[in-house]
């Protein structure tokens, strides 16, 4: 079964903090990708990355960035947080070019920033 | 482009009741559509999903969709409602748009169940 694992449940930062949001799939998925949940708002795709080393940019990529080094991890950069940035964050994997494979998500990081 | 509508932010209904979660979507090409739940302080997990083999998809937790070309809807059903129905619900299609698999995400329904 595949596995998607957010390295942290729950996170407080200050604003202006440089924070990481770590996220590990243990299926050779090449498709990884973050998105952010809020309330009324759904899902909404931060970044995605089809590959190594390759990123896009999704619907709301201000004030984020990325890194994808090696397949199983994608990390999500929050440069200098702010407040408008607490939010659910959310993983998900899938793999290759398969339209009709669903996502497989973490369980998610819940991130205040103070 | 690809979008989704789901009526309806919050559907309440008493533990037995038929639930009825409306989804409709809007794609230029045959879409895939799915259905996932989110239950409190977890990540998404799959319901169903559609793949055109069948118009009626059958998922997990006796919840089933219906494809509905002509009006462009995925509606989720339950013929009866438990208490640990009680979630969020998102409906979500994908596309060949621009030759890559991005999914679009509704806003949501949350399910309350009252005993």
């Known amino acids: 079964d595949v596995k998607v694992t957010q390295s942290s449940r729950y996170l407080v930062k200050r604003t202006g903090e440089k924070v990481f949001l770590e996220c590990v799939q243990d299926?050779?998925?090449?498709?990884m990708f973050w998105y952010r949940q809020d309330p009324g708002l759904g899902l909404r795709l931060i970044y995605f990355?089809?590959?190594?080393?390759?990123?896009e940019k999704g619907d709301i990529p201000e004030g984020y960035s990325v890194s994808r080094e090696k397949k199983e991890r994608f990390s999500l950069i929050l440069e200098s947080a702010s407040t408008n940035q607490t939010s659910m964050y959310l993983c998900a994997s899938t793999p290759g070019s398969s339209y009709n494979s669903p996502l497989h998500f973490g369980n998610g990081t819940r991130l205040t920033v103070t | 482009a690809q979008s989704v509508t789901q009526l309806g932010s919050h559907v309440s209904v008493s533990e037995g009741a038929l639930v009825l979660l409306r989804c409709n979507y809007s794609?230029?090409?045959?879409?895939?559509l799915f259905w996932y739940v989110q239950y409190p302080n977890q990540g998404l997990q799959l319901l169903l999903k559609y793949t055109s083999a069948a118009t009626l998809v059958k998922g997990i937790n006796g919840f089933e969709a219906e494809f509905k070309k002509s009006e462009t809807s995925f509606h989720l059903t339950k013929p009866s409602a438990h208490m640990s129905d009680a979630a969020e619900y998102f409906c979500?299609?994908?596309?060949?748009?621009?030759?890559?698999?991005?999914?679009?995400f509704g806003r949501g329904t949350s399910l309350i169940v009252h005993p």
């Open positions: 794609s230029s090409v045959p879409p895939y």
């Open positions: 979500a299609v994908s596309d060949r748009t621009g030759g890559s698999y991005i999914p679009t």
């Open positions: 299926m050779d998925h090449e498709n």
């Open positions: 990355s089809y590959d190594v080393k390759m990123k």
